[in-house]
């Protein structure tokens, strides 16, 4: 694999008004932005300008690969993403271990694999298209567990299997793995973390929700929103102290379930933490 | 062995209420008729439906949010109709395959609603101001094939309309949309309204990511005159005195708003 830069800690960014006003607050602390890649499928060449704008290394994030679908690679889909990512000249792209649907027929969703031998094979050959035409390192990332594992592997070892049969790294989402507790209530953020090949960690995704309406949001799975934050705190100081993980790159998202988005100094403040908690720096209390 | 028909029933599952109720009560009947292989049946019969249930109605959920802001004007109409969630759930109960994305759902929509309006006997405005939203979407969403104006703006260099940009007769007055200042109240505020031909101009919006503008054509000399390969001068020479005052600020305000460009 080739040896990904250190970007340091980004921000995720919808390619809105909202946020164009919100970077005008944030963006001396910013090392990196990330991109979703369906933001720019009918409007390829606003990254390049997109890049000129936010004068920083943009990271690019597809959905829509469907990596386990049983079926041929839409070479039109990966061209559109190529071109998408060389105007952005992405160091690296990210893309979900998951099917969207078949031929003709989307589920709507990111959908776990069924994991099995099989669909190891039909995943790791789509990897090896993407590599083939797209030249730039992919990361892969677990989606939620929306039911339990079935097949050959739990979903950590089959993540490990993936990432082994095809030199890849992961991106790892705090969020999905909430989520996964939503709909399947025995999943366990440190279980499966302590399942996962850590090392090959190289982007953490985190949300960062509104932290005012957090405390006054009750959640009928964490007790209340704050109580999640707290838990995608607590899973990233696991990840770094106790697993001693070290990312390349680790992106707050921004968009999660509450109303408003994180006021501009909340974020500053837990944007600063995080970089002295992965890259190298006394760590700071919060 | 084969994932492709088990991959398609779930995927199924997610799109059709049917499916999703007929996997609790005659499974082995949902498994055949998506033929099934054995090894796929064995796998399929480890499945928590329940969980994978909860997961479809909030996919479900956060594809009728995005229809939602697409039309956008429309569903503030439908709401205060009380009709919003009935229109919803009727469209993705008719709409369970093909593929999701976002232009090729929300056309799906529109032609869904088109005949929901029909069938149901509702005001025919409704297709208007359903079409009204769909173009503001979909211009929000369109490839940008102009640059920013940068230099000052040369009254002897000719001007154009900037791409993508489309205009369009409604025989609604839509304008109150534009004010977001359409007072509807019931069914009968909206049975009231008269026809009154609006030509429309919508466009891409360069200043602002992912959106798009709109005016109201009043004076179409005006706005033909803008496409002709004309320069500012030209535009200008061909018209009395008092247009000429009065629209000469109009186009700096449309060159500085990026509605016009300039030709070298």
């Known amino acids: 694999v080739k040896k990904l830069p250190?970007?340091?800690?980004?921000?995720?960014?919808?390619?809105?008004?909202?946020?164009?006003?919100?970077?005008?607050?944030?963006?001396?602390?910013v090392d990196f932005y990330e991109l979703l890649l369906i933001h720019f499928s009918e409007n390829p060449n606003a990254l390049k300008r997109v890049k000129k704008e936010l004068k920083k290394p943009l990271l690019l994030h597809s959905a829509a690969a469907s990596l386990a679908t049983d079926g041929p690679v839409n070479e039109t889909m990966v061209n559109s993403m190529k071109e998408r990512i060389d105007n952005a000249d992405a160091p690296w792209y990210s893309e979900h271990l998951c099917f969207t649907g078949v031929s003709g027929l989307q589920a709507g969703t990111l959908v776990l694999p069924i994991m099995t031998e099989e669909s190891l094979n039909i995943i790791c050959d789509k990897i090896s298209i993407l590599n083939k035409k797209i030249q730039r390192p992919l990361l892969i990332e677990n989606v939620v567990n929306m039911y339990n594992d079935v097949g050959d592997f739990t979903h950590a070892e089959f993540i490990n299997e993936v990432l082994k049969r095809t030199d890849s790294k992961l991106l790892l989402s705090v969020e999905n793995m909430s989520m996964s507790k939503r709909f399947y209530p025995e999943f366990d953020h440190y279980k499966f973390i302590d399942e996962l090949e850590t090392s090959k960690i190289a982007q953490i995704h985190c949300p960062l929700g509104n932290l005012e309406e957090q405390k006054i949001t009750p959640d009928s799975t964490y007790g209340s929103l704050e109580k999640k934050q707290q838990l995608h705190f607590d899973v990233?100081?696991?990840?770094?102290?106790?697993?001693?993980?070290?990312?390349?790159?680790?992106?707050?998202?921004?968009?999660?379930?509450?109303?408003?988005i994180a006021e501009p100094k909340d974020f500053i403040n837990y944007l600063e933490w995080s970089k002295d908690l992965f890259f190298n720096k006394e760590v700071i209390k919060l | 062995m084969t994932l492709v028909n088990l991959q398609t029933m779930i995927s199924s599952f997610f799109r059709d209420e049917n499916v999703r109720n007929d996997v609790q009560i005659k499974q082995d009947r949902v498994f055949e008729r998506f033929c099934l292989t054995s090894d796929e049946i064995k796998l399929a019969r480890k499945?928590?439906?329940?969980?994978?249930?909860?997961?479809?109605?909030?996919?479900?959920?956060?594809?009728?949010?995005?229809?939602?802001?697409?039309?956008?004007?429309?569903?503030?109409?439908?709401?205060?109709?009380?009709?919003?969630?009935?229109?919803?759930?009727s469209f993705v109960n008719k709409e369970v395959s093909g593929t999701l994305g976002r232009k090729l759902d929300s056309e799906r929509f529109f032609e869904f609603f088109k005949y929901y309006v029909l069938d149901e006997d509702l005001p025919e405005v409704l297709i208007e101001i359903a079409e009204y939203s769909s173009i503001m979407s979909n211009l929000s969403y369109a490839n940008e094939v102009d640059i920013l104006n940068k230099e000052s703006l040369n009254l002897n260099k000719p001007i154009y309309l900037k791409e993508p940009f489309e205009l369009k007769t409604f025989s609604y007055d839509l304008g109150p949309l534009i004010e977001s200042d359409f007072k509807i109240n019931n069914i009968k505020d909206l049975e009231a309204l008269q026809k009154s031909e609006t030509k429309i101009f919508f466009q891409k919006e360069y200043l602002v990511p992912l959106s798009s503008k709109v005016f109201i054509i009043d004076d179409l000399e005006f706005f033909e005159l803008l496409n002709q390969n004309l320069t500012i001068s030209e535009l200008l020479g061909n018209v009395n005195d008092e247009k000429r005052q009065e629209w000469m600020p109009l186009l700096e305000e449309l060159y500085k708003s990026n509605v016009i460009g300039m030709k070298e």
Do not use: C, M
Not at chain 2, 57 to 77: M, P, S
């Open chain 1, 6 to 29: 250190e970007l340091g800690v980004g921000l995720l960014i919808h390619y809105s008004e909202k946020y164009k006003n919100y970077l005008e607050h944030v963006n001396n602390h």
């Open chain 1, 236 to 260: 990233l100081n696991y990840l770094a102290k106790e697993k001693k993980v070290k990312p390349n790159a680790l992106v707050w998202e921004l968009e999660t379930e509450t109303n408003s």
């Open chain 2, 47 to 89: 499945i928590d439906f329940l969980s994978l249930g909860k997961g479809a109605l909030n996919t479900t959920k956060e594809r009728l949010g995005k229809r939602r802001a697409d039309y956008q004007e429309l569903f503030i109409i439908l709401e205060t109709l009380e009709r919003d969630d009935e229109v919803l759930s």
